[in-house]
């Protein structure tokens, strides 16, 4: 069953400009993980929060993390071209699986 | 450090058939896990082994099946293979799958089930 679910399922933005993806997910969480994938090709892991933090940052990533509302958000900023790929979160409910979501499809154009 | 490797890239079988993949995990990890992935139902989890044990399983049927060798290679296996299981799959590793660990991805592999 998917946990997390991805807003919005597709984005498309020109060079320079910021993406915001969020993520809602269902039941508690220890943390919560955000993926990039290429086309068809494997996930590559962006960035990893713990239920414990509210906001992190890696490079142009931020993170941040709501768990009243059970919800995250993922920030691209200064988009570059090759930043188009999917991005999927991931919650670690259960002790050694990750759930994902369906993803947000972002096509940065130049 | 060489990646996660899944062998074969891609797959072409007909129904009724059964087919084998293989994944070798990253030097060092114990944690292999496998991911079906659809353009419909998105990433959903098949199962998890470490140290040759099935950790987890998730809600497939019984013609998917999976193993850990002792050297942490994994291999997955689909019988009767139906139109509906066409499907990247994907594996990964990680040391210990602990709670607070990444995963690592292998490319996948693409079968395509006519």
């Known amino acids: 069953s998917q946990q997390g679910e991805e807003d919005p399922q597709a984005l498309s933005i020109q060079e320079g400009e910021n993406a915001t993806m969020n993520c809602s997910y269902k039941t508690s969480i220890n943390n919560l993980q955000w993926y990039r994938q290429n086309s068809g090709r494997g996930l590559v892991h962006l960035i990893l929060?713990?239920?414990?933090?509210r906001e992190k940052h890696s490079g142009r990533l931020r993170v941040t993390l709501d768990t009243s509302k059970k919800s995250s958000s993922l920030l691209i900023t200064a988009s570059r071209a090759a930043d188009t790929a999917s991005y999927f979160c991931a919650t670690d409910e259960r002790y050694s699986t990750l759930t994902f979501g369906k993803g947000t499809m972002l096509l940065v154009s130049p | 450090k060489a990646g996660v490797t899944q062998t074969p890239r891609y797959l072409i079988k007909t129904r009724g058939q059964q087919v084998t993949l293989s994944c070798s995990p990253i030097s060092g990890h114990r944690s292999v896990s496998w991911y079906q992935q659809t353009p419909g139902q998105g990433l959903q989890f098949l199962f998890e082994?470490?140290?040759?044990?099935?950790?987890n399983k998730g809600n497939f049927p019984g013609r998917f099946s999976g193993r850990q060798f002792s050297n942490s290679r994994s291999e997955m296996n689909v019988s009767t293979l139906e139109l509906g299981d066409s499907a990247l799959y994907l594996c990964a590793s990680s040391p210990n799958r602990a709670g607070n660990e990444k995963l690592f991805f292998g490319s996948g592999t693409q079968l395509s089930v006519l």
């Open positions: 929060i713990r239920s414990n933090e």
């Open positions: 082994y470490f140290s040759e044990t099935q950790r």
